[in-house]
């Protein structure tokens, strides 16, 4: 039993690493995305699609009525489906989401730290891994004392962004002593947003020309989640108006769709993959298509759009439908995530230039908390 008994040093070591006077304050920015399987295969996607479809802000059907469907029919056949998809877009490095994320977190963090050397930028999925539970763990590791949530969706939704504060929250309540909070609810009225995806489409339309029509299309939601209230309709319309505006479209020039149904109910209309194939048959030869909801290029994007929804508009009589991608891990979005951060950090002495503790004052709490130690009996 010796062996299990903590020295004095480690006793001390110990509360040193509890104690938060030990160690310079930190801010924490969280960015969250929806998340990935950790391979593309099929049990991989049937644990993932598990997690992410028994989300109640995700699906509002009753409990009883939807694991019937879900164990009997979706995660059955549809991991396989999902399993083939993810092989299409897997990369050398992973998932081409989380690989982008990563990325963008990386530039973020090196962009902020230019403010203070405090703020840490941490990365989670809301389903699959890196978790929030993960995120969580380390604010009191690394003494953060200050978190803004910042969930990668530009227009709210109860099945995302609501979903994100469930999960922090929910993560949050495992700790004794909680940061101060603040959440970031959208930024589909962004200036900065809005600039960097009309540039985005400039640049691309600079190498690939001006399309007959320019399509908006942002990731779905059952037309009964608008019904009862959620504003995610209304704030993807309001986006690709604003940026119609910006690149001085005429209202013939695009049109703002909805991708991505699950089931028979009725979701958000007009459907993408039905417009395309509509505008083709109708003569329309050349299309290129944005997603201005979707923070980086993930499945929904690269296979959904760019070969799905390509071959069905080249099958109905198309002859060029071209992706524009996501913001992803351009200069552009660091710069749009960093002027959120910093208006929505006002106050926190990281975001206004606050000293850092210097080395003396952290030697004098490490003396203080052995002192401490000392005093509990744990020498």
């Known amino acids: 039993m010796a062996g299990f008994i903590n020295t004095p040093a480690e006793n001390r070591a110990a509360v040193r690493d509890t104690v938060a006077h030990c160690k310079t304050p930190k801010t924490g920015v969280l960015l969250v995305n929806l998340g990935t399987p950790d391979a593309p295969d099929t049990p991989s996607l049937r644990r993932y699609l598990r997690e992410f479809l028994s ?9 009883a009525i939807w694991w019937l469907i879900l164990y009997g029919i979706i995660l059955p056949f549809r991991s396989p489906r999902s399993a083939k998809a993810y092989q299409r877009v897997w990369t050398e490095q992973g998932s081409p989401l989380l690989t982008l994320c990563r ?20 990365l989670a999925m809301n ?21 803004l949530v910042v969930p990668m969706y530009p227009q709210y939704s109860a099945t995302t962004t ?42 691309f339309q600079k190498d690939k020309g001006q399309p007959e029509k320019l399509v908006f299309s942002f990731h779905g939601i059952p037309k009964q989640y608008l019904l009862d209230g959620d504003p995610y309709y209304c704030q993807c319309r309001a986006s690709a108006r604003q940026v119609a505006a910006r690149l001085g479209l005429a209202d013939d020039d695009w049109i703002c769709t909805f991708q991505s149904r699950l089931g ?5 209309k007009p459907y993408t993959d039905v417009t395309l194939e509509q505008m083709a048959k109708n003569g ?3 299309v290129q298509v944005v997603c201005p909801g979707f923070s980086v290029d993930c499945l929904e994007t690269i ?5 799905e929804n390509r071959e069905e ?46 080395a003396s004052d952290l030697e004098q709490r490490v003396e203080r908390a052995d002192h401490a130690a000392q005093q509990l009996g744990l020498d």
């Open 55 to 63: 989300d109640r802000r995700v699906i509002e059907t009753p409990r």
């Open 103 to 122: 990325a963008l977190a990386d530039k973020l963090q090196a962009d902020l730290r230019q403010t203070s050397p405090q703020i840490s930028v941490l």
């Open 127 to 147: 389903y699959g891994r890196p978790s929030i539970d993960q995120a969580v763990d380390r604010l009191r590791r690394e003494n953060i004392q200050r978190l």
């Open 162 to 203: 609501a979903s994100v504060f469930d999960r922090v929250t929910n993560s949050l309540q495992r700790l004794r002593w909680l940061p101060e909070v603040r959440f970031i609810n959208d930024y589909h009225h962004d200036e900065d947003w809005q600039k960097a995806i009309a540039d985005s489409v400039r640049r």
């Open 264 to 268: 028979r109910a009725e979701w958000l």
């Open 284 to 286: 329309t030869r050349n």
């Open 303 to 307: 296979d959904e759009i760019a070969f």
């Open 313 to 358: 508009f080249i099958e109905a009589g198309g002859e060029a439908l071209d992706y524009i991608p996501c913001l992803n891990d351009s200069d552009m979005h660091v710069k749009v995530l960093a002027g959120l951060c910093h208006r929505h950090g006002q106050g926190w002495p990281e975001f206004a230039g606050g000293r850092a503790v210097a």
